[in-house]
Nanobody, 126 residues
Framework: QVQLVESGGGLVQAGGSLRLSCAAS????????MGWFRQASGKEREFVAA????????SSADSVKGRFTISRDNAKNTVDLQMNSLKPEDTAVYYC???????????????????WGKGTLVTVSS
């Protein structure tokens, strides 16, 4: 069992920045690839970014490339998502996920994540 808790969401103006954090507890954190997904109102949950168990490999959706950066600290059992140049279309509930597989596969296996956090709301105003 792995427990994931997100924090850092809030209201921000377009062009601004936010940093989300996911704190993990339970099973060995470093054994899992970690990622962020988001779900806007009325839309399907979509992949945002992922990072490998050792932090050496990352992947991200085209919609956030160059703006969002994922990182992890296995000593602290945390995964962060730095979000810059935010746009109104980034508005969504952001979820942290753990996957006992590769970071690359997370972008194609939304339904296959092993653990999910409860989410944190990010609202970007125009």
């Amino acid at each position: 069992q792995v427990q994931l808790v997100e924090s850092g969401g809030g209201l921000v103006q377009a062009g601004g920045s936010l940093r989300l954090s996911c704190a993990a507890s339970g099973r060995t954190f470093s054994s899992y690839a970690m990622g962020w997904f988001r779900q806007a109102s009325g839309k399907e949950r979509e992949f945002v970014a992922a990072i490998s168990w050792g932090g050496g490999s990352t992947s991200s959706a085209d919609s956030v490339k160059g703006r969002f950066t994922i990182s992890r600290d296995n000593a602290k059992n945390t995964v962060d998502l730095q979000m810059n140049s935010l746009k109104p279309e980034d508005t969504a509930v952001y979820y942290c996920a753990a996957f006992y597989g590769t970071a690359q596969a997370m972008g194609f296996m939304v339904d296959g994540m092993d653990y999910w956090g409860k989410g944190t709301l990010v609202t970007v105003s125009s």
